[in-house]
Nanobody, 129 residues
């Protein structure tokens, strides 16, 4: 069983940057696509980014393209979300997710997040305007 632990959230001014990390622990890590979703108060969970197991393919939600970069280091069993040019509307709880069945290319499909295998506890990002 793989467990996910996020870190790196916090308070930042608009235009600033933050880097979120998600570390995976457990016996099995191989073959998992990983990524991030976010959820603002009163809103549905939104796809942010995903990366394939190999790291060769990355996918981004439209609202973060060009500003966020997702990478993974399988040797460290971790993924990293570099968030630049942050906006007030980026304020949300950010959740790391992993799945051994759904490739990252599908993660932006409406409602698919409900079927993803593993979730972290979430980390709060607050962007002040």
């Amino acid at each position: 069983q793989v467990q996910l632990v996020e870190s790196g959230g916090g308070l930042v001014q608009a235009g600033g940057s933050l880097r979120l990390s998600c570390a995976a622990s457990g016996r099995t890590f191989s073959g998992y696509a990983m990524g991030w979703f976010r959820q603002a108060p009163g809103k549905e969970r939104e796809f942010v980014a995903a990366v394939s197991w190999s790291g060769s393919a990355t996918y981004y939600g439209d609202s973060v393209k060009g500003r966020f970069t997702l990478s993974r280091d399988n040797a460290k069993r971790a993924v990293y979300l570099q968030m630049n040019s942050l906006k007030a509307e980026d304020t949300a709880v950010y959740y790391c997710a992993a799945d051994s069945g759904w490739d990252g290319t599908y993660w932006n499909r409406y409602g698919l997040y409900k079927y993803l295998e593993l979730w972290g506890q979430g980390t709060l990002v607050t962007v002040s305007s």
